[in-house]
């Protein structure tokens, strides 16, 4: 699963190197140069590997000698530009490895070549407004964020508005905007300076600065290669690498809002496991959001000692049940800055500070909290937005140093994912509009760099449409997000047994326009605990497969959640399709979403598929029809794939070493079962287990071995049992090579 660099990338990254050393500068003194808005400038041409270069325009006047640091480029400018243009130049032709850059002083333009394709793509800058114009493709495009109008970004305005305040927010979620544009063409485009608006309505697409005056500097890469994985790993090399998280955040997160008593906690929690039902953390909301939460009130630190009036030995309880704690936090200022090492050491508290803001939380996390829910936060700019995602994963390591840190976010930037941020959708509604919008919204999150994601289950408002039926297709949907919590208003519908009590919990839709409490004929549906317990299952069971899904992501940039571009790029029907996705490489996820369904359409790319559910093998390369029942979310697995799964567990700290292998016969495969303790950073000092397995499928035969720089960890042997249509064969597994007949 981990990319493979060839011999080619090699060379190629060489010779963009050896451009970089041996093209001179160009500069031309005397007559005046080109200029945008009125500021002559400078335009610079940077290599920054063999797919990518940066393309910067700095203005002349003034102290601005190089591009701010905002943050969230992972990398600084390491590199020398390889060119530099000021003055009166003439239309001139940069390379930069394998791309040929035409530079047009007036209108300032760049036509981008780049052999053997041709023409990638024109940029032009208007030198009155400082608008960016480039050509907007025949191809979808893709990308740009969490939320926003549709799944191809063609014949949209994009206004790159962050928080809840943007595009439909109750069908289309909260916004994180991320300036970074993927064509199916082919190449992409990160525009790191300025912030500003997409119009990608006509036949050229503009980027427009917001506000004007903020034109320049102008920075941004450029990145082409006709391999989507290599442009996911660009972005990785530019904004960071996605931190690993601990295994339990990939397990089910049950939220919680008002709560009466102390019983009322600790009774919720016996009740999964009494129903072995599988869940790994509760999250519990502050007051102020509710009559009666975890603390005394809206940003405080405070417990509220009417329903946690002895947290520490509350915590220890849930501890011993096998449940981590979330907590649910405000931060009550627009300004964010620093770190949160060396403590508060200002002369008084500055909430602005993340060294004294974290401080605020330590005494409640020193009783044993396990992760944080930062809520709000739609007016921080970019930079406290940023600081904030870090000081959620820095801070909790000041105490816990080898720990991996869990915070949900509701707000983000590019670079978020250096801190093993989560994100959800923020307050949307129980529609299956929202549910239907949320499929593609999820594949575009991904295509940004944002792998962990999911959205409220059931949706945040209940409306007439709130539905056990709606509930149980969203639930469906969420096992095969990332981020698989249930989270709402009128709370205890969120419970897997919730829609067959009768109670619906506190009624909770006052505030919201065109809430509504579901009808009472849907509170008693003995149905929905037994699918749930399905789903719950399936996701826990498939942990194996998913957190090696979450280690390659940290690897090489490719999601989770992953459009079908990335790896049927030559397929332009799967390239349209943002209904469907694939969850990591093998396993294709129709899920249904629309009411009262009794077939699903979908597509199934080219090669042989099989049917999840029912082990059919079917030809892609079509439109397929499967029906469907309540129970049913349409999964298909392509022949090749290695899919292996764990026993059925209550909470991921259950230790098992066995493990079943199913084989879909029908072409060769391979896959990378990864294995850590879960928890600590030890897998950086080589903890690690990495043990790959390999199908021939012409003699049908299968292959195991430890990764390079991998070993054994305990239990020093693995069970597996291998399954290949009828045939099923026992090995153990304890670190040496191994083959396999079926």
Not at 672 to 684: I, N, Q, T, W
Request: charged residues 25%; glycine residues 10%; hydrophobic residues 35%.
């Amino acid at each position: 699963m981990v990319t493979r660099y060839t011999r080619r990338h090699v060379l190629r990254a060489l010779g963009a190197a050896s451009a970089a050393a041996t093209l001179p500068s160009r500069a031309a003194a005397g007559a005046r140069g080109p200029d945008v808005r009125g500021r002559e400038i400078e335009i610079r041409i940077t290599p920054v590997s063999a797919d990518t270069f940066r393309l910067t325009l700095l203005p002349l006047s003034g102290t601005l000698a190089s591009v701010p640091d905002d943050g969230w480029l992972a990398r600084t400018d390491e590199e020398r530009p390889i060119a530099r243009l000021r003055g009166n130049f003439d239309r001139q032709t940069v390379k930069s490895g394998d791309f040929e850059i035409e530079i047009s002083p007036d209108p300032v333009s760049f036509e981008i070549s780049r052999r053997p394709r041709g023409t990638l793509q024109k940029l032009a800058i208007d030198r009155e407004t400082g608008v960016l114009s480039f050509l907007t493709g025949d191809r979808p495009l893709l990308g740009l964020g969490e939320g926003g109008r549709q799944f191809d970004r063609r014949g949209a305005i994009d206004e790159m508005q962050s928080g809840q305040g943007g595009y439909k927010l109750a069908t289309h979620g909260g916004r994180v905007p991320i300036p970074w544009v993927l064509s199916a063409s082919g190449y992409a485009l990160l525009v790191h300076r300025p912030a500003g608006a997409f119009d990608f309505t006509g036949s050229e697409a503009k980027f427009a600065p917001a506000p004007p005056e903020s034109a320049l500097p102008l920075d941004l890469f450029f990145v082409a290669s006709d391999e989507p994985a290599l442009m996911m790993a660009e972005y990785a090399r530019l904004t960071g690498r996605a931190e690993m998280p601990p295994l339990w955040a990939l397990g089910y997160q049950q939220s919680h809002r008002t709560l009466a008593t102390r019983e009322e906690v600790l009774s919720e929690a016996r009740t999964f496991r009494e129903k072995k039902l599988p869940c790994d953390a509760l999250i519990y909301l502050g007051t102020g959001f509710c009559p009666s939460g975890w603390n005394t009130g809206n940003g405080s630190f405070e417990w509220n000692s009417k329903v946690f009036p002895d947290p520490g030995e509350m915590i220890d309880q849930l501890h011993r049940d096998h449940f981590r704690v979330v907590l649910h936090a405000v931060i009550l200022t627009d300004k964010l800055g620093g770190a949160p090492g060396g403590g508060c050491e200002l002369p008084a508290f500055d909430a602005t500070q993340a060294s004294c803001y974290w401080d605020a939380h330590r005494e409640v996390f020193r009783t044993g909290v396990d992760g944080w829910w930062p809520d709000e936060g739609d007016s921080l700019d970019i930079a406290s937005r940023l600081c904030r995602n870090r000081m959620y994963w820095e801070g909790p390591q000041l105490d816990r140093p080898n720990e991996r840190a869990y915070a949900l976010h509701r707000n983000g930037v590019p670079g978020m994912q250096r801190y093993a941020s989560f994100l959800w959708s923020g307050d949307v509604y129980s529609t299956w509009e929202t549910l239907k919008t949320h499929v593609p919204v999820a594949i575009n999150t991904g295509l940004s760099g944002i792998p962990y994601w999911g959205t409220d289950i059931g949706g945040f408002v209940p409306t007439r449409e709130f539905t056990a039926e709606l509930y149980l297709r969203w639930f469906q949907f969420g096992a095969f997000s990332t981020l698989f919590r249930s989270h709402g208003r009128n709370w205890k519908l969120r419970l897997p047994w919730g829609w067959n009590t009768g109670d619906p919990g506190p009624i909770e839709i006052s505030r919201y326009e065109g809430a509504a409490l579901p009808d009472a004929s849907q509170l008693h549906n003995p149905q929905v605990e037994p699918i749930c317990r399905k789903y719950l299952e399936l996701r826990y069971r498939m942990l194996p497969y998913l957190y090696s899904a979450v280690r390659e992501c940290t690897l090489t940039g490719m999601p989770v959640v992953r459009a079908l571009w990335l790896h049927y790029s030559d397929d332009p029907r799967a390239v349209a399709r943002g209904d469907e996705y694939l969850w990591g490489r093998d396993l294709l996820v129709a899920p249904v979403v629309e009411e009262g369904a009794r077939s699903r359409q979908l597509y199934l790319p080219h090669g042989a598929w099989y049917d999840f559910w029912t082990n059919q093998r079917l030809q892609g390369g079509r439109e397929i029809s499967r029906e469907v029942d309540l129970e049913t979310l349409p999964l298909y697995v392509r022949a090749g794939a290695l899919l292996p799964f764990g026993p059925v567990k209550q909470h991921t700290a259950e230790k098992s070493d066995r493990l079943t292998l199913v084989i879909y016969p029908g072409a060769d495969g391979s896959f990378l079962l990864y294995e850590d303790d879960g928890k600590s950073f030890d897998y950086r000092r080589g903890e690690w287990m990495g043990l790959e397995i390999g199908w021939n499928d012409a003699r049908r035969a299968v292959s195991l071995q430890l990764a390079e720089g991998s070993k054994m960890l305990p239990p020093l042997t693995r069970n597996i049992e291998i399954r290949v249509d009828g045939s099923v064969r026992e090995v153990e597994f304890r670190g040496k090579p191994l083959k396999a007949q079926l």
